[in-house]
């Protein structure tokens, strides 16, 4: 071996979480560009800019609610937010230029067509008083570029000051302070959080939780051990999806989008080794590996990149949640667990699996497969059987394999604990039943529903050509709070998708918001008291409001309007903090506090289930991950901490917090009853 490559393997071999860490911060720093640079620059001194152009100009743009808005800005703040950002970007601007940028915010942005010698004299006038700021050097340089046609030519360009380099370097120096390390998989276990600021590394310069509105660095101990247990899980990279990443690469054609070979591209660097995530928090508690564009809670690809690093033995009961995973990930969760278990013996007399060596070989025989997932599955289960034409028993085969429970429309399932909503309960797998009996398929249910809801043959023929598929967003979405426009709107999506055209979409969205209302009323009810207490609590003068969950986490929701702080110039944007006072965001808050407080409730009951298990477990917000030798032992955890994460009463504390009466919903049904309900999670 080369004595460079042997260097490498020590280094490799005796690197620490800090040295790590230290590594990904200055990788940030390093990435600090010229990008950053102007935004922040804009961010700072825009409001300072020199008044060149009075008035105002109609800016329209589609807010984080995905509503179009309209709105009148600074003209001149229109402009400098283009002129300075573009130049500082480039290094350099001229006259041409700059009015080439001009003409394509006009066009792209205003709808208009600026005429050239008025938009060349814009130009020049902010190229001269940059200038004339010393931003730009008075004597102009020829700089060599390419024309469309491919021909070099020159243009005279002005060129930022040695004087305002040295300014940009203090602008960039700030961002440095603000840098938070670079996120990868890590070679080395992130060290525990203490607080909301210490964990990971030292250097990592990371916050536990996200935008978090609370002034307090404290976070209760059983969430810090929760997060900490997910940290020292050591992941490893499936051989078998390493290949197909390269034979992606190799094979690439124009149907794979950039960012999923970049994918492809990245998982490749991590197929030898161990490797841990680091985990953070919103500020609702949801739970997150940070791990650049790799997640094992990320795309099927990603979940089934990465298994568990250690194995663990099937013992008496594995090979049932091998196949209970197995059968999910071939489109067979719609069947009982009992006949999930039985397809796996199936399988093998069949030798059904035999001709399965890569995704393509999978979809043959499973079209309905999840390509990746089903894969590693498969090749997990073929291993299984080799092992058993030598051993008489499963109980000793040791495996990986990260076998999923995922939950039925978890958001529905906390909303009927709370709300006692009977019908919600059996709609989303929470009341008792037996192993052999089928799941109930809500997405199913709203289909069904909804066309009976529908009174024109044309709407009743849409909802019952796409049944479950078309029902299945409206139901999702609907079980965390959207609104109906939203509903609407992205029904009318998936139809242009599928049938070439929005038509009737709006019509067929709110069909399924009145047969949500029917089938689980549970999310109308608490979604209803939420706003309705959150509306008084505003109108009282409130504008945060805070809650605490089961396990002790403290949430928060507090939004804030920054549109009048910001600039908006196509390509360009500033937010210039003196501009406008900021305001309190009514309309999103009335708007986020339902789906806010539900993702609190299912968050704390997934960090709840991973401490009261004692093997890894890897977490994917409404999916619990674990060995197949620990499913059932997790399964169990799952419906014990439903229980215990309703004995607590999330919103009685938090219609306390805001001074509001807590609602005495008059369901029946219990919690409890979720301890024998085995498809709740399956």
Not at 124 to 145: C, D, H, R
Not at 439 to 448: C, Q
Not at 455 to 473: F, G, P, W
Not at 606 to 620: I, Q
Request: hydrophobic residues 40%.
């Amino acid at each position: 071996m080369p004595f460079s490559n042997i260097a490498n393997t020590l280094q490799a071999d005796t690197m620490t979480i800090e040295t790590e860490v230290t590594e990904q911060l200055a990788l940030a720093h390093r990435r600090i560009g010229a990008w950053d640079i102007a935004r922040e620059y804009a961010n700072m001194h825009l409001q300072t800019m020199p008044t060149l152009f009075n008035g105002n100009l109609e800016i329209s743009y589609t807010d984080d609610r995905g509503d179009q808005q309209d709105k009148y800005q600074s003209r001149n703040l229109t402009l400098w937010c283009i002129a300075i950002q573009a130049t500082i970007e480039q290094g350099n601007t001229s006259y041409n230029a700059l009015a080439a940028l001009f003409e394509i915010f006009a066009k792209d942005e205003l709808g208009i067509s600026w005429a050239e010698e008025p938009r060349k004299k814009t130009a020049s006038v902010f190229v001269e008083s940059m200038i004339e700021q010393g931003i730009l050097n008075k004597k102009l340089v020829e700089q060599p570029y390419t024309k469309p046609d491919g021909t070099m030519g020159k243009s005279r360009v002005a060129e930022l000051s040695e004087e305002f380099k040295l300014t940009l370097e203090a602008v960039k120096a700030t961002l440095v302070d603000r840098a938070t390390m670079v996120m990868k998989p890590l070679k080395n276990r992130p060290a525990d959080w203490v607080d909301a600021s210490n964990g990971i590394g030292e250097d990592a310069n990371v916050s536990l939780i996200s935008n978090s509105k609370l002034k307090t660095n404290e976070v209760a101990q059983p969430v810090l051990d929760a997060v900490n247990k997910l940290q020292g899980v050591a992941f490893i990279v499936s051989p078998a999806i390493a290949k197909e990443a390269f034979n992606m690469i190799a094979n690439r054609n124009a149907s794979i989008p950039t960012e999923e070979l970049s994918m492809y591209t990245e998982v490749m660097k991590y197929k030898k080794g161990d490797y841990h995530f680091p985990v953070t928090m919103d500020n609702r508690g949801r739970i997150y590996y940070r791990g650049g564009i790799l997640s094992p809670q990320g795309t099927d690809f990603c979940k089934a990149a990465f298994q568990f690093a250690n194995f663990v033995a099937l013992g008496e009961d594995g090979i049932e949640g091998l196949a209970i995973h197995t059968a999910n990930v071939l489109g067979f969760d719609k069947l009982s667990i009992d006949s999930r278990i039985e397809l796996l013996t199936s399988w093998m007399d069949s030798h059904t699996f035999d001709s399965i060596k890569n995704t393509k070989t999978l979809l043959e025989v499973f079209p309905s497969a999840s390509k990746f997932q089903g894969l590693v599955a498969v090749l997990e289960c073929k291993r299984l059987f080799t092992y058993l034409g030598e051993n008489d028993s499963p109980v000793e085969f040791e495996s990986n394999l990260v076998c999923h429970q995922d939950g039925t429309c978890n958001g529905l399932q906390h909303m009927a604990a709370i709300t006692g909503d009977r019908q919600t309960a059996e709609s989303v797998n929470c009341t008792a039943a037996s192993t052999a009996d089928l799941p109930t398929d809500i997405y199913g249910l709203v289909a069904n529903e909804a066309e009976e809801l529908a009174e024109s043959d044309q709407l009743k023929e849409l909802i019952a050509k796409y049944n479950r598929d078309m029902a299945k967003n409206p139901v999702m979405i609907t079980g965390y709070g959207a609104g109906k426009e939203t509903v609407k709107t992205n029904t009318a999506e998936y139809l242009k998708k599928n049938e070439g055209t929005a038509k009737h979409g709006k019509e067929c969205g709110q069909l399924y918001i009145d047969a949500i209302g029917n089938v689980a009323s549970a999310v109308h009810n608490l979604t209803n008291v939420i706003k309705l207490n959150v509306g008084f609590a505003i109108d009282e003068g409130q504008k945060v409001f805070t809650w605490q969950a089961a396990d002790g986490f403290n949430a928060c929701t507090k939004y804030i309007n920054t549109e009048g702080n910001t600039i908006r110039a196509g390509a360009f944007s500033a937010k210039v903090p003196a501009l406008k006072a900021k305001t309190f965001d009514k309309v999103k808050t009335l708007g986020a506090m339902a789906p806010n407080f539900i993702h609190s409730i299912d968050s704390a009951h997934l960090r709840m289930t991973v401490n009261a298990c004692d093997h890894d477990l890897v977490t994917v917000h409404d999916s619990i991950g674990s060995h197949a030798g620990n499913y059932w032992k997790t399964s169990r955890a799952i419906r014990e901490q439903f229980v215990a994460v309703h004995s607590y009463d999330a919103l009685g504390n938090l219609c306390e917090n805001m001074g509001q009466y807590a609602p005495d919903f008059e369901g029946d049904y219990q919690a409890e009853e979720a301890l024998n309900a085995p498809y709740i999670f399956s």
